[in-house]
């Protein structure tokens, strides 16, 4: 496996493209569009938010087929909470976009972010397709990307290329942050290409695994957004037909592990004022559920992430985050410590601070806080209690986010 | 009923002390003793974290008991995640308490507060109890109050005098916070004091049911501590005995709920960084479980919180908090205003935002803006969808907040 470079367009046979379309008050591009050109098949999963917004209702609709052939997004606006007239937005974006490039309006895809509860700017909308078909290109990734940023600070991309098979197969990915991250699917937007040949069934499958151990194991602010999705579109012009769970399901299924998790853990590292990187691995617990709910618990508690930020090696408040959990523990079995993750978790790049729930002094402590100094840190928790074990990524709590989101619709 | 100056000493036959006993770094009062010159009731509940630390543990004990006469409370340092030493510190508080005081070991409760997994300078505390026990005073709830505070702001006291059944009786109180602060049980700590005559289940049942409804209906940051307590001495020196659910009891639970309501609501007011009382009642829900889950939904959600703080009508923030709550909604009927609550939510105090689903235009965001920069803010979410109904309470998240929390050990 290799990374290349190109994100939604690494891929032969897909274009993209993204400008300023009039939505976003500061005149950044808030526009994009991903166009296959062959019919793909299409997979996606979408936000538990009880709201969901219009775009994906309509997207609902159109995934029945699992058919699809382009993606328009926006941000600026999630076209969110936005009743009847929304819907009718969304489907203006579709038909619009499939008039434009001569396509089933079945076979687009609409996705928005940004502010919940505005109408879209729907005339504005749609004057933008036709230009955004004009400037579709092959190395077009980038501005796509772009385009559908919102209070990120850098645009998501990923490009891979790996066996698959007997073939080598590419995936390309975009996706947005950076506030409203937390894990239940989305938690933002994600589109991946591939030229995989795979069953419409199976791509949907392994896309809603890949999505539970990678978008759906972050979180930013513990927030899951009324318009997160993961949509995979896969145009089949690599390999043989993949139509059964066999080895070439999971090397493919490897390979979008692996796109998933870069862009995942680059919304992390993008997340709204975010000063760290913080991978929280539970290990030990009665099983996966109880791993993943204490690793959950401690990556969304304010007391832990504003201790990150303050560089503090407070581990009382990660221990009060762990018994918050709900889930059976034994405080004179936990094990605490932390890693440098660049590092590994060698005897060298690890410190040890509670070893079966005893603090292993002041040494440990002052290891622990020349670890906290640097960007990207782990916490590992053992609980020798079972062999469940989890993963969750999370950032820090920094006077920035606050500052940003007191001020952002202003 | 009527509110009375006194706190905890408001009630005839209790007494109370406060001092600097060397726990805290800043000099601070530290040590709190609350004493009945004749036997009490007891009644408690506890924590639900987990890891409950070491006096709470000890607490358990005494309770069974139902039985006890003094309360002894540290503040700067909470004992929790201690293991075995944790313990007998606490067993040391208790028994030199009882023994400076000539009272029965577990008629002696003890409470801590501050920072976890440190050990107690126990010579110290042990040192400081005679000295509290010799300042003991009819008066001397305040200076109790302000020895268990930790980032408080300000001492959390109450006092009360009403009917129950033929008799005025009192109830006294104190509480802290102001950080790990959030519904389920306890969350701080509180003492109260009464002199009503009750039979100690009634009692202890009595203290639950109120606790539902008060202290855990407040969160300032979704934490649950391992050392939050609420207690209740009893002696039992006003009015006959109340030994079952009739008029008298409810009489009683009335007042107590009064006492322990405005002790949580100061909690929430002195939370950490809190610039916003925010007052969430949901009405209209299938049930009474979905709309405090959807209370206490909007009551954590940070966006949200940042939004008040930004005083920004951002109810789009809202209406995903909402959304999230995983309890049956539907956007087509659901109602949103804002109210001030110290004007009440008749029509003129009470602006509609959201009615079934639909904005109210730019004058509405317009009187939500202005009622937003007040300090207190009322929230009501109307659902149309059955008869359940929460109130929860909560502050918002501010930059000091982080600063405060960043900086909290260091």
């Given at each position: 496996m290799?990374?290349i470079?190109?994100?939604v367009t ?7 493209s993204?400008?300023f379309?009039g939505?976003?008050k500061n005149?950044?591009p808030?526009?994009?569009?991903i166009f ?7 997979a ?19 995934l ?10 926006n941000s600026g ?7 009847r007239?929304?819907?009718?937005d969304a ?6 976009t ?6 089933a309006?079945?076979s687009?895809?609409?996705a928005s972010t940004g ?8 005339e504005?909308v749609k004057?933008s397709?036709?230009c955004l078909?004009?400037h579709?290109?092959r190395?077009?990734?980038?501005t ?10 850098f ?6 290329i790996?066996?698959?098979?007997r073939?080598?197969?590419?995936i ?8 409203m991250?937390?894990?239940n ?12 040949a795979?069953?419409p069934?199976?791509?949907?499958e ?5 999505t539970?151990?990678?978008f759906n194991c972050?979180?930013v ?6 318009n ?8 089949g012009?690599?390999g043989?037909?993949i139509?059964?769970?066999g080895a070439?399901?999971?090397?493919f299924?490897?390979?979008l592990?692996?796109?998933c998790?870069s862009?995942a853990?680059?919304?992390v590292q ?5 000063t760290k990187?913080i991978?929280?691995?539970?290990t030990g617990?009665?099983d996966?559920?109880?791993a993943?709910?204490?690793?959950k ?6 007391l ?7 560089q503090?090696a407070?581990?009382g ?10 889930a059976?523990v ?5 094990d605490?410590?932390f ?5 590994g978790?060698d ?5 040890i ?8 002094g ?8 020349a670890?906290?100094?640097k960007?990207?840190i ?17 950032s820090?709590?920094?006077?920035d986010?606050v500052?940003?989101n007191?001020a952002?619709?202003?």
């Amino acid at each position: 496996m290799q990374k290349i470079e190109g994100g939604v367009t690494a891929v032969e046979g897909f274009t993209a493209s993204g400008m300023f379309g009039g939505i976003k008050k500061n005149g950044h591009p808030d526009m994009a569009l991903i166009f296959s050109e062959t019919p793909c098949t299409v997979a996606a999963v979408f936000t538990k938010n009880r709201f969901p917004a219009a775009p994906l209702l309509l997207d609902k609709r159109h995934l029945r087929k699992r058919q699809g052939q382009a993606v328009i997004a926006n941000s600026g606006n999630a076209n969110a909470f936005t009743g009847r007239r929304g819907l009718s937005d969304a489907e203006a974006m579709a038909r619009t976009t499939a008039e434009a490039l001569g396509i089933a309006r079945h076979s687009v895809f609409v996705a928005s972010t940004g502010v919940i509860g505005e109408f879209l700017p729907i005339e504005k909308v749609k004057a933008s397709i036709p230009c955004l078909v004009s400037h579709l290109a092959r190395d077009g990734g980038r501005t796509a990307a772009e385009a559908i940023m919102t209070t990120d600070t850098f645009p998501k991309e990923i490009g891979l290329i790996g066996k698959v098979g007997r073939s080598e197969i590419k995936i390309g990915g975009m996706a947005k942050g950076s506030g409203m991250i937390h894990p239940n699917m989305a938690t933002m937007l994600a589109f991946l290409t591939t030229d995989v040949a795979i069953h419409p069934v199976l791509l949907q499958e392994g896309l809603r695994v890949v999505t539970e151990q990678t978008f759906n194991c972050i979180t930013v602010d513990g927030e899951t957004s009324t318009n997160d999705m993961v949509l995979c579109l896969a145009n089949g012009s690599r390999g043989g037909m993949i139509s059964e769970k066999g080895a070439a399901y999971h090397q493919f299924l490897s390979l979008l592990h692996t796109a998933c998790l870069s862009l995942a853990k680059m919304i992390v590292q993008d997340g709204e004022g975010a000063t760290k990187m913080i991978t929280i691995q539970v290990t030990g617990a009665k099983d996966d559920h109880s791993a993943y709910r204490i690793a959950k618990m401690i990556a969304c508690s304010n007391l832990v992430k504003t201790a990150f930020f303050g560089q503090d090696a407070n581990w009382g408040r990660i221990v009060a985050a762990i018994g918050n959990a709900g889930a059976p523990v034994d405080p004179t079995k936990l094990d605490l410590s932390f890693v440098n993750p660049n590092e590994g978790a060698d005897r060298h790049g690890r410190v040890i601070l509670l070893r079966h729930g005893m603090h292993q002094g002041e040494k440990a402590e002052t290891g622990v806080t020349a670890l906290l100094k640097k960007r990207e840190i782990g916490l590992m928790v053992h609980l020798c209690s079972g062999k469940g074990k989890a993963t969750v990524w999370t950032s820090d709590l920094s006077l920035d986010y606050v500052k940003i989101n007191a001020a952002y619709r202003t």
